[in-house]
């Protein structure tokens, strides 16, 4: 028996993520803000998985959060054989627009924490020559978009050099970069999607699935679409300027202040 440690685990792509793998027979820790949630998640897939579900609160936006999430994961006696980092959140307004504590935060979570916790994990994984890393990033990170875009442009580069520094050591890293998948994303952030076409819409199952046989395969990259694979090998060709045009005009609207 294996155990994953899902950050933001209870919404979205963690939630998927925890449901597909304790499915497969994993046990799973469970990492959030909101403990009433993250229990009623343990005892749901405990009971219909029969795994066992350790809950672990912590908001990954505060060093005493993070800390403790990279203590359990160095924890020699109870290991974890899989990580994956998918704790995000967007903000609201363009560039200037957004008070500079909650770019700051942003960049605590998508960036700090995930180096902070990717560290823990592949150390201790090192340790015993097997585990994987799943870092959740976003087809944004290949697009001019901002600090989100950027945030998640570290997480590509950060998780790619890392794979390749550690490409001898049983240790599998992997970033995983979804194009517009729903789940609460959009509505926590207020942002509007009446101007996103449905067929840009993923699920969040599918894209879990498709990660994890991509980190069988040993990918460092993982698009889960053929669709956004193609719109990323065209948007390759695109002037820059160009796309970054686009980019802003999609999924940016956002709703009533």
């Not at 820790?29 to 993250?38: E, K, N, Q």
């Not at 749901?44 to 795994?51: A, F, P, V």
């Not at 998508?110 to 340790?127: D, G, Q, Y």
């Not at 199952?205 to 994890?212: I, M, Q």
């Amino acid at each position: 028996m294996t155990t994953a440690l899902i950050t933001g685990s209870t919404a979205g792509i963690g939630a998927a993520f925890a449901r597909r793998l304790a499915a497969d027979g994993h046990d799973l820790v469970l990492v959030a803000r909101d403990t009433g949630r993250l229990r009623e998640q343990a005892t749901e897939l405990h009971d219909r998985h029969g795994i066992e579900a350790e809950v672990l609160t912590a908001d990954l936006a505060d060093d005493k959060g993070i800390e403790s999430v990279a203590e359990r994961l160095g924890d020699r006696r109870n290991p974890v054989d899989l990580l994956v980092n998918n704790a995000g959140f967007g903000n609201k307004g363009r560039y200037l627009a957004v008070p500079m504590a909650d770019e700051l935060r942003m960049l605590k979570v998508h960036c700090e924490a995930v180096l902070r916790l990717t560290s823990a994990a592949a150390e201790a994984m090192r340790e015993r020559g097997r585990g994987g890393v799943v870092n959740v990033a976003s087809v944004a990170a290949f697009v001019p978009r901002g600090t989100y875009g950027a945030s998640k442009a570290w997480v590509v580069q950060f998780t790619q050099g890392a794979a390749r520094d550690l490409a001898d050591s049983g240790v599998r890293l992997m970033a995983l970069c979804p194009g517009f998948v729903r789940t609460e994303f959009h509505d926590r952030a207020g942002m509007g999607t009446d101007n996103i076409p449905d067929w840009m819409w993923l699920d969040a199952d599918k894209v879990a699935a498709a990660a994890l046989a991509d980190l069988a395969r040993g990918k460092s990259l993982s698009i889960p679409d053929p669709r956004y694979k193609a719109l990323m090998g065209a948007a390759k060709l695109v002037p820059r300027g160009l796309l970054g045009g686009i980019s802003s005009r999609t999924g940016r609207k956002y709703g009533p202040q």
